[in-house]
Nanobody, 126 residues
């Protein structure tokens, strides 16, 4: 079992920044490929970013490339999502997730979470 707890969401103006954190407890954190999902009202949940077990490889959905950085600290059992130049269309509930799938091609499309966090709201005002 892995427990995931997100923090860092909030209300920010367009162009601003937020850093989300996801603290994990339970099984060995470095066993998991980690990802951040988001779900906006009326839309399907999508994978925003994923990071390999080591943290050396990352992948992003096109809409956030250049603005968002996923990172992890395996000594702190935490994964982060640094979001800059935020846009109103980034407004969503953001979830972190853990998967035991191996990293590889199309990881975002293949990402099947074994565990989810409870979500944190990000609201970007125009």
């Amino acid at each position: 079992q892995v427990q995931l707890v997100e923090s860092g969401g909030g209300l920010v103006q367009a162009g601003g920044s937020l850093r989300l954190s996801c603290a994990a407890s339970g099984r060995t954190f470095s066993d998991y490929v980690m990802g951040w999902f988001r779900q906006a009202p009326g839309k399907e949940r999508e994978v925003v970013a994923a990071i390999s077990r080591s943290g050396f490889i990352t992948d992003y959905v096109d809409s956030v490339k250049g603005r968002v950085t996923i990172s992890r600290d395996n000594t702190k059992n935490t994964v982060y999502l640094q979001m800059n130049s935020l846009k109103p269309e980034d407004t969503a509930v953001y979830y972190c997730a853990a998967t035991l799938l191996d990293w590889g091609p199309r990881i975002r499309q293949r990402f099947e979470p074994a565990y989810w966090g409870q979500g944190t709201q990000v609201t970007v005002s125009s």
